[in-house]
């Protein structure tokens, strides 16, 4: 088990940057498999973005392709979402998850994940 603590959402215009950081507390960090999603207000948990523990794997939902970088460093235990050309409707919570054992598993969907951070909340205005 890993807590995870998201930080560096906030207000931006659209055709701006963010850069998300996840921070995570645990001696095996670099084993999991991290992952990014959001929720918009009244809809549904979405997947962002995965990398493996390794980064060798990594898969974007098909509308952040080309703006979003996802990436990792296992020495500070920290997983990054960089967020480029942002619009308003990247506006959501952003949530970092972990898991495990990832072979198997979809990674897109949020019910495979047993970690999960507070969240931290992106508004990108028009």
């Known amino acids: 088990q890993v807590q995870l603590v998201e930080s560096g959402g906030g207000l931006v215009q659209a055709g701006g940057s963010l850069r998300l950081s996840c921070a995570a507390s645990g001696r095996t960090f670099s084993r999991y498999t991290m992952s990014w999603f959001r929720q918009a207000p009244g809809k549904e948990r979405e997947f962002v973005a995965t990398i493996s523990w390794n980064g060798g794997r990594i898969e974007y939902t098909e509308s952040v392709k080309g703006r979003f970088t996802i990436s990792r460093d296992n020495a500070k235990n920290t997983v990054y979402l960089q967020m480029n050309s942002l619009k308003p409707e990247d506006t959501a919570v952003y949530y970092c998850?972990?898991?495990?054992?990832?072979?198997?598993?979809?990674?897109?969907?949020?019910?495979?994940?047993?970690?999960w951070g507070q969240g931290t909340q992106v508004t990108v205005s028009s």
């Open positions: 998850a972990a898991v495990y054992e990832a072979v198997g598993r979809d990674l897109s969907r949020a019910y495979n994940y047993a970690d």
